[in-house]
């Protein structure tokens, strides 16, 4: 029989896997909507909660569609609700991702990153349930070594303003393995580096984004620092096709794999792509680079490569492009929709 795919990912939920009952917490974000979408492909049930602090309905149109979902508000930092049905896996990515939105209220940060691993994993013990956790390339901080392998131990400040976010990530690998350790019950933890595409906010304040929208409003583009700082931008289409395999190759450990797009690039040379692609007139503003902005980041993907036969497909400008065309359309849809 030919198989059904979509990006690589086997989409035939009763074939190889039976249909499961899935809870994503910060289902209605950037990536837990795609990932929404794409466990609905598959044929499982699905219930999205989110506290909507970053993430929207609007986000999950598609998913809407289906019979199978339903979108709770709730906040992950309180217990998951006792009358939702037994789930067979939880995938947890309810956090703020920006440096501008995980500022706010550091506080708060810290907590969902806290408080939620740990509702998360009181819930995957009553459930008997397989938790996935959406941690970051943060947890290498500044980093020393680079490219960053999984065994690097990073540099992070625990007490600057980054830190609500990094250090909230590294106490929630820490609980988790010892969940793992001491339940045996599955986990796995993804490491994501800076992943980018349709469905992120136009105001979600990260530097793809914001180049994109600034380019396509004629505004400056605003660079941070020298802009000699690197980053390695993954598509979102493959980082979702990363979470599938890390959640279910057979190799799969609950040691964190890294998941990201080894292509690395300064900032300038973000900028001057975005402006190519999008042209107009803007410019490039400087602006103050932010306290502790890690000055390079690229992964090594070898274990995701060995493990789980993963590695990014998306090129980046071919993903700029998608991506250009998304804020197109947002940006065209706001302007034309009445002010109340
Ligand atoms: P996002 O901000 O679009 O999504 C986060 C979602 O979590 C939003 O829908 C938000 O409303 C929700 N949320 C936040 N706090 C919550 C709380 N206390 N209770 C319930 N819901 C809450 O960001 P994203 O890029 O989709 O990131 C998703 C996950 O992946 C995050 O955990 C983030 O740390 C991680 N991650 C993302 C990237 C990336 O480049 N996109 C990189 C590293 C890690
Ligand atoms: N950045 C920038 N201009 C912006 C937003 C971000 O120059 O408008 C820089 C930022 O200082 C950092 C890099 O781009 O060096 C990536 O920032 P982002 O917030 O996207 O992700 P993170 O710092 O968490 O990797």
Redesign the pocket.
């Known amino acids: 029989m030919a198989s059904i795919t979509e990006n690589g990912i086997d989409l035939r939920a009763g074939s190889k896997r039976a249909a499961r009952s899935i809870l994503v917490t910060g289902g209605a974000g950037f990536l837990g909507s795609h990932l929404c979408d794409l466990l609905l492909k598959q044929g499982h049930e699905v219930i999205s909660l989110d506290n909507y602090f970053t993430g929207s309905v609007t986000n999950l149109g598609d998913a809407f569609e289906s019979a199978r979902f339903r979108a709770i508000e709730h906040d992950i930092i309180l217990p998951i609700p006792e009358e939702l049905p037994r789930f067979d896996e939880i995938y947890n990515l309810a956090c703020p991702a920006?440096?501008?939105h995980y500022q706010l209220d550091p506080l708060k940060t810290a907590l969902t990153s806290a408080g939620g691993v740990w509702n998360v994993m009181a819930r995957a013990r009553r459930d008997n349930a397989r938790i996935f956790h959406a941690s970051t390339?943060?947890v290498y901080g500044d980093p020393t070594v680079h490219p960053q392998p999984e065994s690097y131990h990073g540099n992070v400040n625990p007490i600057g303003p980054r830190a609500c976010y990094d250090e909230g990530k590294r106490f929630a690998e820490t609980i988790l393995s010892d969940f793992t350790r001491s339940t045996g019950l599955p986990v796995r933890i993804a490491r994501i580096f800076?992943t980018y595409g349709p469905r992120m906010h136009p105001e979600d304040?990260?530097?793809?984004s914001?180049?994109i929208v600034q380019a396509l409003l004629g505004r400056d583009?605003?660079?941070?620092?020298s802009?000699r700082?690197t980053?390695s931008f993954c598509f979102m289409d493959d980082l979702i096709a990363g979470f599938d395999a890390l959640m279910h190759a057979p190799g799969a450990t609950a040691e964190p794999v890294n998941l990201g797009n080894p292509h690395e690039i300064t900032?300038v040379e973000l900028a001057e792509m975005v402006l190519d692609m999008v042209g107009g007139r803007s410019r490039i503003l400087r602006?103050p680079?932010?306290v502790d902005?890690?000055q390079r980041?690229r992964p090594d993907i070898s274990r995701a490569k060995n493990i789980l036969g993963w590695k990014p497909r998306v090129p980046l400008e071919e993903g700029l492009a998608a991506t250009i065309r998304y804020f197109d359309r947002r940006l065209a849809e706001e302007q034309t929709r009445p002010r109340k």
């Not at 304040?205 to 793809?208: P, S, T």
């Not at 583009?221 to 620092?225: A, D, P, Q, R, V």
């Open positions: 920006s440096p501008v390339s943060e800076n304040g990260r530097v793809v914001n180049f583009l605003t660079i941070y620092g802009g700082q980053r900032v602006l680079l932010p902005d890690p980041r």
